[in-house]
């Protein structure tokens, strides 16, 4: 790998000196030295570092990602597309994590508004709390005022372009696509009430069923994880098809199943929502709802680094995909 020094040393200059042509210094060049500098560079190939620019030109260059869990592989995807596009245009992303605590999330936006960094992207759930959702939009005021931008994935409620998952349309085309394969007795793992993407996906399951003149599911609520779903599958009743509202969750109900003996799907259909790339794997491969994730994070970035007088807000669909976590009880008909 060439190095700074080798392009300094067959350039004739300082260290310092190609530091500060290479790596965005403020600090004025001579045209000369500029010009042996880059003519070195070019000619062994070298490639600046980002790192060091963004330490030299100060935080212009730096965008700060705030997530809910990096355990979590939706937030995962949802980082992973965003640094990659973040890197094609030069920039460092910093990342931050909520642990789904909205004060903490709060605290991130002030921190990183001092910090000055060039935008912020927030990206997970709001929760049904209007007061805390208020003081989260005045600190994005205050950060948007002196310069700063923003964007985020999930609820259109804080005022600033929104990459907006179809959360309830999404649940209710699925809920639609497993009666049709003859489901009639439902169970939803809800996750927290007052986590809006928890009770949108839920609310458009219900709704869609309710219009088709289904029973209503039974819905248990618990954590929005592998240990809630986990823990929500013991309480399905004679469902003999299973929504997790998400695939984490969904995960941790089909481990419950396999250690209690359920047969799935011969004795219990398992469906989630995400479609994560490192779950399909899984054994029955799940059935589940596909959001693009990765598509969604570079999208929102680059919103954020897209000035536009009123917020922009982009609906993202979401795809069935049937697969062999849930069977067709048509066919033992």
């Known amino acids: 790998m060439v190095t700074l020094e080798d392009v300094a040393r067959q350039a004739g200059v300082s260290l310092a000196t190609a530091s500060r042509v290479l790596n965005g210094s ?22 600046a570092n980002i790192a060091a620019q963004t330490l030299a030109r100060g935080a212009s260059n730096v965008i700060g990602l705030v997530v ?46 001092a910090q000055r960094v060039r935008a912020v992207l927030l990206a997970g759930s709001r929760v049904a709390d209007p007061e805390v959702t208020g003081r989260l939009r005045q600190e994005i005021a205050r950060y948007l005022d002196s310069g700063g931008r923003v964007a985020c994935v999930g609820q259109d409620l804080l005022g600033v372009d929104t990459v907006a998952p179809a959360n309830r349309a999404g649940a209710a085309a699925l809920a639609r696509a497993l009666a049709e394969l003859g489901h009639t007795r439902f169970a939803v793992l809800a996750g927290p009430p007052q986590l809006m993407t928890a009770s949108d996906r839920c609310a458009g399951f219900v709704e869609a069923l309710d219009e088709l003149g289904l029973p209503k599911p039974r819905v248990v609520h618990g954590a929005f994880d592998r240990d809630g779903g986990y823990a929500a599958a013991s309480q399905t009743g004679d469902a003999t098809c299973v929504f997790a509202v998400n695939d984490v969750m969904a995960v941790g109900a089909l481990a419950a199943y396999r250690e209690r003996g359920v047969r799935v799907p011969q004795d219990v259909s398992v469906a989630g929502f995400d479609d994560i790339a490192t779950l399909r794997d899984q054994v029955p491969s799940l059935t589940t709802v596909r959001l693009p994730l990765k598509d969604m994070g570079a999208r929102a970035l680059e919103l954020a680094l897209t000035a536009e007088e009123a917020a922009v807000v982009e609906q993202v669909a979401g795809e069935v995909v049937l697969r062999e976590s849930v069977r067709d009880v048509r066919e033992a008909r």
């Open 68 to 113: 809910h869990d990096l355990t979590d592989p939706y937030f995962a995807a949802l980082a992973d597309g965003a640094m990659r596009a973040a890197a094609g245009e030069g920039l460092l992303v910093m990342v931050g994590t909520t642990h789904r605590d909205p004060e903490q999330e709060i605290a991130y936006v002030a921190t990183l508004h």
């Open 26 to 47: 403020t600090r004025q060049v001579g045209a000369e030295l500029r010009a042996r500098v880059e003519r070195a560079a070019d000619e062994l190939g070298y490639r």
